[in-house]
T-cell receptor, first 113, second 112 residues
Framework: SQTIHQWPATLVQPVGSPLSLECTVE??????LYWYRQAAGRGLQLLFY??????ISSEVPQNLSASRPQDRQFILSSKKLLLSDSGFYLC????????????FGDGTRLSIL | GDSVTQMEGPVTLSEEACLTI???????????LFWYVQYPGEGLQLLLK?????DKGSNKGFEATYRKETTSFHLEKGSVQVSDSAVYFC???????????FGTGTSLTVIP
């Protein structure tokens, strides 16, 4: 069966520090991969999605970036965090092609001080 | 473009009450429809899905029927429990399978 791992679960970072969140998927090949952000009490905001290694589409211009160095690895990064980057970050995957559901990791709670 | 609209929350119900969370959609062609549940501090879990008109998705006592004539996919449960307290998201995958849209979420609190 397929599983998705996301870490760390919680992170407290000072303003201006770098960020690296990692997501890996097991049990499937060539997944579509997604990064979402969820502000407190709010809905989901799609940040990035990827349909293959090295292929990243950005939905919202910001100081975050994403990379997909391997088929089942998706990384969210920032060189200098802002206070507004606080939130709950969710990674998701779906089967490529067809009207398939997305499957989510457990999320990372990021607090910027 | 395609979109999903779900009822505003929060919703507060007593245990064993009936639940309906409304969801309507706008889409070209024939989307697939989903309900997700998010418990506090966790990621989203797929609750149920329906892939064509008149399909009924069901899981854990929850049901939703894909109604093309009313472009709706309302979530229902006959008797809610305290453990159902969570945020519920309606979502659709467009007919190409390339785009996925989420509603804004509806918070449900069930009190004993």
């Amino acid at each position: 069966s397929q599983t998705i791992h996301q870490w760390p679960a919680t992170l407290v970072q000072p303003v201006g520090s770098p960020l690296s969140l990692e997501c890996t998927v097991e049990g499937t090949s060539n997944p579509n991969l997604y990064w979402y952000r969820q502000a407190a009490g709010r809905g989901l905001q799609l940040l990035f999605y990827s349909v293959g290694i090295g292929q990243i589409s950005s939905e919202v211009p910001q100081n975050l970036s994403a990379s997909r160095p391997q088929d089942r690895q998706f990384i969210l990064s920032s060189k200098k965090l802002l206070l507004s980057d606080s939130g709950f970050y969710l990674c998701a995957w779906s089967v490529m092609g067809g009207q398939q559901p997305q499957h989510f990791g457990d999320g990372t709670r990021l607090s910027i001080l | 473009g395609d979109s999903v609209t779900q009822m505003e929350g929060p919703v507060t119900l007593s245990e064993e009450a009936c639940l309906t969370i409304n969801c309507t959609y706008t889409a070209t062609g024939y989307p697939s429809l989903f309900w997700y549940v998010q418990y506090p501090g966790e990621g989203l879990q797929l609750l149920l899905k329906a892939t064509k008109a008149d399909d009924k998705g069901s899981n854990k006592g929850f049901e939703a029927t894909y109604r093309k004539e009313t472009t709706s996919f309302h979530l229902e449960k006959g008797s809610v429990q305290v453990s159902d307290s969570a945020v519920y998201f309606c979502a659709l995958s467009d007919w190409t399978g390339n785009q996925f849209y989420f509603g804004t979420g509806t918070s449900l609190t069930v009190i004993p």
